[in-house]
């Protein structure tokens, strides 16, 4: 774990993707420690992963955990959930998240057993207090503003902001390094994007990547990707090409600037294709 503000402790996901070896330990996750209380963001991809996370929580602070926000919908960042059940704390999500989670649950927790193993994941863990706009959450003397995005990276991504140390917990709102990957709306993500962009956040902490970057500068590199996919897929459609040939063929320029590119830019082209071909 690492340090990146003053009671804020980060795991770095590896830049791969789900397998037996990583025990889907692909997404940063961690825990912010207040006065009275810990908040764990994400719970991580499997639960091994959670197991592991809660362990590095009592290695720092026996203090409750008394929170276990869940950024969005994808595996990475849900399925450790269940390694926190015991300690009873408040699950927290968008206001959309407990709709994506009972249509796509089966789906992932089949897809990522296939991969990790039987009872790798974990019973579904809903959560309970749900954010619509903005909440907030005490941990004693540490207040966390909660922020309900538009559709974006998914149509449930739930921000975190520390007002302590300005630190923004953006979670998959920010890539850095490893391909980004679309599956929500391309504009909404950029619309998003801008707004937090204007957030008083002196770091953000991404969902894949280092662990933490300077603000707003670290939002660079998605914000151009997301400009070329966007650019280049316009050009394509009005081109009148064809959808499987614009994701075999849009935002190359972006391909050496990346890990994992290829597992991810021709999906984003199709989502983008399939978002924009209307507009
Ligand atoms: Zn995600």
Redesign the pocket.
Known sequence: MTQVAPGIYMRRGVDEDASASNDDAI?NIGFIVGGEAVAVTDAGGSLNDGRRLRASIRRVTQLPIRYVLMS?V?P??VFGAGAFSADHPTFVGHAALPGALASRWEYYRARTEAILGRDTVGPLVMPAMLVKDHAQIDLGGRVLELTAHGIA??DCDLSAFDRQSATLIA??LIFVRRAP?L?GSLRGWLKELAMLKGAPAKRAVP?HGPTSVNWPEGSQDLERYLQVLQRDTRAAIKKGVEIDAAARTVGLSERNRWVLFDDYNGHNVLQAFKELEWE
Request: glycine fraction near 8%.
């Open positions: 997404a969005h994808h990475d960042h990276h998914t979670a998959d990957s599956d969902g």
